[in-house]
């Protein structure tokens, strides 16, 4: 009886509670950003670094060829998805089985883009995530091995020619 009696009194708390509670939710902040990094190519102070080897003719490096090896590492995604492993972008212990969490690191991965966007001469690297630290710890680990790549990459490729350039030079 005392209940029926004040059943307005508990539909009301009811009917508040839900509406603060649905007022939150839209009023709160929200939990993940929209990353975009510009990707530009290196400036000509960087540039000059690699003068010594244009000005043997035999090798030429080239801004956009730095560039786009650059976006090449990036793109082929191994790069990504140990980033996100190292730095526990998605929490491991989610996950039943290693596979399952695979295979979202991969779903992860296959969503971050590399764009560009009209009326821009740079490319965008951007993603959706919810934890800016983490994310620029990945940004920064991401533009270090990808450098670091690229640096090996050029330079298996130099001591590839000069390999050629040698065994010409024997033939001769």
Same mark, same amino acid.
């Given at each position: ?24 939710? #839209? ?12 990707? @530009? ?13 244009? +000005? ?50 991969? @779903?992860?991965?296959?969503?971050? @883009? ?12 951007? +993603? ?32 590839? #020619?000069? +390999?050629?350039?040698?065994?010409? @030079?024997?033939?001769?």
């Amino acid at each position: 009886q005392t209940i029926w009696d004040g059943k307005w009194k508990i539909a009301s708390i009811i009917v508040v509670s839900l509406l603060l509670v649905f007022g939150f939710n #839209i009023v709160k902040p929200n939990t993940t950003f929209t990353s975009s990094t510009e990707i @530009k190519p290196i400036t000509s102070y960087e540039f000059d670094r690699y003068s010594l080897f244009n +000005a043997t003719g035999v090798f030429e490096i080239k801004r956009q060829t730095l560039l786009n090896l650059y976006i090449e590492q990036i793109e082929e995604g191994s790069l990504l998805e140990n980033a996100v492993d190292k730095f526990n972008l998605i929490n491991k212990n989610d996950f039943d089985s290693e596979s399952d969490y695979k295979d979202t690191i991969q @779903k992860f991965v296959s969503e971050i @883009k590399v764009l560009i966007p009209k009326g821009s001469a740079h490319h965008v690297l951007s +993603a959706e995530y919810n934890d800016k630290d983490k994310w620029k710890d990945l940004l920064t680990f991401v533009n270090d091995e990808a450098n670091r790549k690229v640096k090996a990459s050029i330079i298996n490729r130099f001591g590839t #020619i000069v +390999a050629i350039q040698n065994q010409k @030079k024997d033939f001769a």
